[in-house]
């Protein structure tokens, strides 16, 4: 800064000149210099208040916003508090419909080490291994010695485990509180439980969340603190649970199956009272998932809804009861059944190249007869065949509430023509999953109403809307009576329980295309007590073979008939369906006279 002086040398000469009194340009100057200073001060002084207000009025505008979404957004429990418990761990129990406990917490401890606190990395190495056998020494021993300052050793340890490695005297390593998830009932209802596992992790806490099953599908509701002292009920009943998996087991095993599967349900309230998916695991030791081959080989496969297969002569009760409910046909219609049949070209054939002639409606599904419900359904057309499945619940995944129930989408043709309305009235050409078929046979054993399966434990009947007459519906169940106690069901006949069902054998597909000639997915579809059903039951085996004759069979009648038949055996006693003789129908009581 260029200072003027206050006593310039020119002026002073100049008012000297003139008689002036050169004191006064200098106390001219001064002021003039005073003058300036004070507004530079001004200025400056203004400029910092300007900065303090937008400080101010930012402060405010950002505490007002945060009020705002406060006033307005729902009240929810803090998930994490002070520091030595930053994470929330706490998760509701599950429980069964009776109350018993089908999934809790239990405290336990995690291993880690500060390397840079250990005395003797190379030993501590070592009695490691010992502890924990899974472990790598060599890969330890390398974690220990290197820069690291931190790191986990396990994630989950027992009392046993954790006492051996406080004796190992090492301070460098050190235990973690944890709350682990634990299902007390093994592997009992392993593919509902799905698991759970660690989310965010710290050093004093650690947070629990679900990786599958319910536990993921409810995991908003089971990791609310709110919810600690409510656990999650469901619909199942863990004694019938228990009964259903080891009949299907023993089931799969005598039929030399490789997988199985089976579904019951409640027919007014949809709740899926058991649920069994084999080969399952242990949701204590979740096994990772497959990298490579078929999905379906893996324990973690839920076949239940996952599984979505062509379900073949089950499907065909569906046909005969929209043909009623449309006034096409009745329960004693006469069908020509005789062939040949071409539909789009191709040649629609009877199981073992039979030919049954005439047949009513009745014996049409009696006998299975692939030609009778072919031509019931080109009778009801495309249209409206579509609107029926459709009703029914066979173009959408089901509503069950685990998480893999969403992929369980059934396949439909992408062409719906004539030929696709014949086959898939027997079950071909429209692939669905067991769970689709338990809600379908739930419509036609309630009356006619469309049922969502569930898993959370209902206080009553839950009707959807009706998807065919009361009449359509008892029809159907009369002939799927009929197909147990004189048709190719026989084998499910359990005295007192009135059983109604229909099997159906579809051959296989490859995964590339095509179908295997030996291999076959078995079902029987099944509702009881027949007069006045109550649980309708779904029996899967996947490539099935009953070996006990001269040649192996595979079909529904040998191998999944007599599995859901012993199911329902062990069970009906269970859900308290009491036996009963069977009401006789008065049109067949012929009376006598004693005296004759």
Not at 88 to 107: E, K, P
């Amino acid at each position: 800064m260029i200072r003027t002086p206050l006593r310039p040398l020119a002026r002073i000469l100049d008012a000297r000149e003139k008689g002036e009194n050169p004191d006064a340009i200098e106390r001219e100057n001064t002021r003039i210099r005073l003058e300036q200073m004070r507004d530079q001060s001004r200025l400056r002084a203004e400029g910092r208040l300007l900065v303090l207000g937008v400080f101010f009025f930012c402060a405010f505008a950002v505490v007002g916003a945060r009020m705002g979404l406060m006033a307005t957004s729902e009240p929810v429990e803090p998930r994490a508090h002070a520091p030595g418990a930053v994470i929330s761990a706490s998760r509701a129990d599950i429980v069964d419909r009776n109350g018993s406990l089908l999934a809790t917490n239990f405290d336990t401890h995690a291993l880690y080490a500060q390397p840079k606190q250990m005395v003797d990395p190379a030993a501590a190495a070592k009695k490691l291994v010992a502890i924990f056998p899974d472990l790598d020494e060599t890969r330890l021993l390398k974690d220990f010695t290197g820069a690291r300052k931190f790191l986990w050793v396990k994630k989950k340890i027992s009392p046993e485990q954790m006492q051996a490695v406080h004796d190992i005297g090492d301070p460098g390593l050190l235990f973690a509180p944890r709350d682990m998830r634990l299902y007390p009932n093994g592997r009992l209802a392993a593919h509902v439980m799905g698991g759970a596992s660690f989310g965010k992790e710290g050093v004093h806490a650690a947070e629990v969340i679900g990786v599958a099953g319910v536990e993921k599908y409810f995991d908003d509701y089971l990791r609310d603190p709110a919810n600690g002292a409510k656990p999650l009920q469901l619909s199942l009943d863990l004694t019938v649970q228990a009964a259903s998996e080891r009949i299907l087991l023993g089931g799969m095993k005598l039929m030399n199956a490789k997988g199985a599967t089976s579904v019951l349900m409640d027919v007014k309230t949809g709740e899926v009272i058991s649920v069994v998916s084999l080969p399952n695991f242990d949701p204590n030791d979740r096994p990772r998932p497959a990298t490579t081959g078929d999905a379906s080989d893996s324990p973690l496969f839920n076949r239940s809804v996952q599984g979505v297969y062509e379900l073949g002569s089950t499907f065909k009760i569906f046909a005969a009861a929209q043909a009623i409910d449309l006034g096409l046909v009745n329960a004693q219609t006469v069908i020509d059944t005789k062939g040949p049949m071409k539909v789009g070209g191709f040649k629609i054939g009877e199981f073992r190249n039979k030919n049954y002639g005439e047949l009513s409606v009745t014996d049409i599904i009696v006998n299975s007869s692939n030609r009778g419900t072919g031509r019931l359904a080109l009778q009801i057309g495309q249209k409206r065949q579509q609107e029926f499945l459709k009703s029914l619940g066979f173009f959408e995944p089901t509503g069950f509430e685990i998480v893999e129930a969403a992929g369980g989408k059934p396949l439909l043709p992408k062409r719906w023509t004539d030929l696709s309305t014949v086959t898939i009235s027997y079950g071909h050409g429209l692939s669905s999953s067991p769970m689709h078929l338990a809600a379908g046979y739930a419509a036609i054993a309630n009356g006619g109403y469309k049922i969502e399966p569930t898993l959370q434990k209902q206080s009553g009947p839950r009707l959807g809307p009706r998807v065919m007459s009361a009449s359509a519906a008892a029809d159907a169940r009369m002939m799927l009576r009929k197909v147990v106690s004189d048709g190719t069901a026989s084998f499910g006949e359990v005295p007192g329980y009135f059983v109604a069902g229909k099997t159906g054998t579809a051959d296989k597909p490859k995964p590339r295309g095509g179908y295997y000639k030996d291999k076959v997915i078995a079902t029987f579809a099944s509702m009881f007590p027949a007069n006045d059903p109550k649980y309708v039951l779904i029996v899967t085996l996947d490539e099935p073979v009953e070996t006990s004759g001269d040649k192996p069979r595979r079909t529904a009648g040998w191998t999944a008939v007599p599995v859901a038949a012993e199911m329902i055996r062990r069970v009906a006693p269970l859900l308290g369906v009491r036996p009963a003789i069977e009401p006789v129908n008065a049109a067949v009581v012929t009376l006598t006279n004693s005296n004759n």
